[in-house]
């Protein structure tokens, strides 16, 4: 046998994205991860996961469903919705994660609060791009960490995404290091 252990991560787009935001993120991801990136839909539709009573859709049922269907070498998905999405104990969530597991989305649509999904600012690139390196580290079995300067940090707010920066603390990385050995 001749294969190579899986180990690309896949962005897969849910709907149109600015190409700016989709290499941002990519950049990243390969930066913190130090795992090759590709981008290519996997859902072409997710109403699915529409709850018509909140008028959101429900992240974890698209989780399950990007899980399954993960191509082969790709070992974790980040999903990129523009699209509000909640878990029922909470009235949103900026994305959500299988700890441990392959899938993680994250939504643009709290991120983005005022610009539209073609012109993104350089403020909606920086939280994107850490709630999407936040979600992914949960896919490594990171937990939330008390360091507000942590991308790890569980943000409640924009202004918590703002304030935190884009790189894992010490401690994080060392768990992700081993996760990724
Ligand atoms: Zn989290
Ligand atoms: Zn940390």
Redesign the pocket.
Same mark, same amino acid.
């Given at each position: 046998m001749n294969s190579a252990p899986p180990q690309t991560i896949l962005i897969a787009p849910m709907g149109d994205f600015d190409s700016r935001l989709l290499s941002a993120v990519g950049r990243e991801i390969e930066r913190v991860f130090h795992a090759p990136v590709s981008v290519r839909p996997l859902l072409d539709d997710w109403s699915f996961a529409f709850d018509a009573g909140r008028e959101q859709f429900h992240s974890t049922p698209i989780l399950r469903r990007l899980a399954d269907a993960a191509p082969l070498g790709v070992f974790k998905i980040l999903a990129l919705a523009d699209v509000d999405l909640f878990i029922p104990i909470l009235t949103h969530v900026y994305g959500e994660a299988q700890l441990g597991g392959k899938a993680c989305i994250v939504s643009t649509y709290r991120l983005n609060a005022g610009s539209g999904i073609h012109c993104f600012s350089e403020t909606t690139l920086a939280r994107v791009t850490k709630e999407a390196v936040h979600e992914l580290g949960h896919t490594f079995d990171l937990r939330h960490?008390p360091?507000p300067a $942590?991308v790890?940090h569980y943000c409640r707010s924009e202004a918590d995404v703002d304030r935190k920066s884009s790189d894992? $603390?010490r401690? $994080?990385r060392v768990m992700l290091d081993d996760a990724l050995r």
């Amino acid at each position: 046998m001749n294969s190579a252990p899986p180990q690309t991560i896949l962005i897969a787009p849910m709907g149109d994205f600015d190409s700016r935001l989709l290499s941002a993120v990519g950049r990243e991801i390969e930066r913190v991860f130090h795992a090759p990136v590709s981008v290519r839909p996997l859902l072409d539709d997710w109403s699915f996961a529409f709850d018509a009573g909140r008028e959101q859709f429900h992240s974890t049922p698209i989780l399950r469903r990007l899980a399954d269907a993960a191509p082969l070498g790709v070992f974790k998905i980040l999903a990129l919705a523009d699209v509000d999405l909640f878990i029922p104990i909470l009235t949103h969530v900026y994305g959500e994660a299988q700890l441990g597991g392959k899938a993680c989305i994250v939504s643009t649509y709290r991120l983005n609060a005022g610009s539209g999904i073609h012109c993104f600012s350089e403020t909606t690139l920086a939280r994107v791009t850490k709630e999407a390196v936040h979600e992914l580290g949960h896919t490594f079995d990171l937990r939330h960490c008390p360091d507000p300067a $942590c991308v790890m940090h569980y943000c409640r707010s924009e202004a918590d995404v703002d304030r935190k920066s884009s790189d894992l $603390c010490r401690y $994080c990385r060392v768990m992700l290091d081993d996760a990724l050995r």
